[in-house]
């Protein structure tokens, strides 16, 4: 099975309003990081948010918030008021286990290409 | 503060050759993983170091082995070039904090393996 899910391969956004870039996820731990990424066709990916398992608010960063519904095993990426330079592939990892366990990496999922229209 | 770098940004490789990236991390950071993004996929974890130790692999072949020196920065080497082995490879450095573990990468390395 799929430990990250991005079910949309691309969106289109008008520049200015806002859009939501969906993530599902799979693991048993109760313990877990989840991730967003930005990747240019640069090819540099810039960390953008951060939730973990156990934070009761909603992780938000600028125009970045991430919509957080744990039983529904979702993490929603929300952009407000785009941006043309949005425009980008955007990733959502997951890092399962304790910070500071014995699992490091990040499972990254298929990401979403997001096209930011003037 | 410089962010993390890689080098070299292009590698053009025959099959069966040997190749070697390297990678700084950002200031502060002592951990460094590898990821190895082939078009259009999201990266797939290789590798991590730590304490000039391997902490953690990927589901990857021996061909794909590595190094991190005294100074943090890390190597990563693979051998007997396959086709299959064109990518982006990715460096990511972190430091290990109570409440989390991001992991800032660098601009990547695009290999190509004719």
């Known amino acids: 099975a799929q430990k990250i899910t991005q079910t949309q391969p691309g969106m289109f956004v008008q520049e200015k309003e806002a859009v939501t870039l969906d993530c599902t996820y799979d693991?048993?731990?109760?313990?877990?990081?989840l991730f967003w990424y930005k990747q240019p066709s640069s090819g540099e990916m810039i960390f953008l948010i951060y939730q973990g398992s156990y934070d009761e608010q909603n992780a938000t960063e600028g125009r970045y918030s991430l919509n957080f519904q744990k039983a529904r095993k979702s993490a929603n990426l929300v952009i407000s008021a785009s941006q043309l330079g949005d425009s980008a592939m955007y990733f959502c990892a997951m890092r399962e286990g304790d910070s500071g366990g014995s699992n490091y990496k990040l499972t990254f999922g298929k990401g979403t290409l997001l096209t930011v229209n003037p | 503060d410089a962010g993390v770098t890689q080098s070299p940004t292009h590698l053009i490789k025959t099959r069966g050759q040997q190749v070697t990236l390297r990678c700084s991390p950002k200031?502060?950071?002592?951990?460094v993983s590898w990821y190895q993004q082939a078009l259009g996929q999201g990266p797939q974890f290789i590798f991590q170091y730590y304490e000039e130790e391997e902490r953690q692999r990927g589901n990857f072949p021996d061909r794909f082995s590595g190094h991190q020196f005294p100074n943090y920065s890390s190597e990563l080497n693979v051998n007997a070039l396959l086709l299959g082995d064109s990518a982006l490879y990715l460096c990511?450095?972190?430091?290990?904090?109570?409440?989390?573990?991001?992991?800032?990468f660098g601009p990547g390395t695009r290999l190509l393996v004719l």
């Open positions: 990511a450095s972190s430091f290990l904090t109570v409440t989390q573990e991001t992991q800032y």
């Open positions: 200031s502060g950071h002592d951990t």
């Open positions: 693991t048993s731990d109760q313990s877990y990081g």
